[in-house]
């Protein structure tokens, strides 16, 4: 993945963060999927959405990952980049780790000071849960 594909993506994510519903906590995050299929390459995303019931709130990283695939477009997600807020390190919590996960080693970007880091999935969260251990 090139510097241009990171920047747009860490580009989207910023602006996700800007659509967050956040009223209780005041956290805003965003986040961007990149989808590659047949060579073209497609960005989706989405922002976190809190509820009086916290339970019930959803992170900016699975909103995200649901609308690449429920628009329909299919192909292989390959990377997922969060933004929080300004000049705070944030990467997916571990239910979004695991619900990324699902979609293969995908690589995950955020920034921790003024630096891009760049690290796949799997560096997040090894031996995660897979269908491997469903097939029996």
């Known amino acids: 993945m090139s510097n241009v594909d990171e920047?747009?993506?860490?580009?989207?994510?910023?602006?996700?963060?800007?659509?967050?519903?956040?009223?209780?906590?005041?956290?805003?995050?965003?986040?961007?999927?990149?989808?590659?299929?047949?060579?073209?390459?497609?960005?989706?995303?989405?922002?976190?959405?809190?509820n009086a019931s916290f339970g019930l709130s959803i992170c900016a990283e699975r909103v995200a990952l649901c609308a690449a695939v429920s628009s329909g477009f299919?192909?292989?997600?390959?990377?997922?980049?969060?933004?929080?807020?300004?000049?705070?390190?944030?990467?997916?919590?571990?239910?979004?780790?695991?619900f990324a996960a699902e979609f293969g080693d995908l690589a995950v970007i955020y920034t921790a000071a003024d630096t891009v880091v760049r690290k796949s999935i799997r560096e997040l969260l090894p031996a995660a849960f897979d269908s491997s251990l469903l097939r029996r």
Do not use: K, W
């Open 74 to 98: 299919g192909g292989t997600i390959r990377a997922l980049a969060v933004a929080g807020p300004d000049g705070a390190t944030l990467t997916p919590c571990g239910a979004c780790r695991q």
């Open 7 to 50: 920047n747009a993506l860490l580009s989207l994510a910023g602006h996700m963060r800007a659509q967050a519903y956040a009223p209780y906590s005041g956290v805003r995050v965003g986040a961007a999927v990149l989808v590659e299929r047949d060579g073209e390459m497609r960005l989706f995303g989405g922002a976190n959405v809190e």
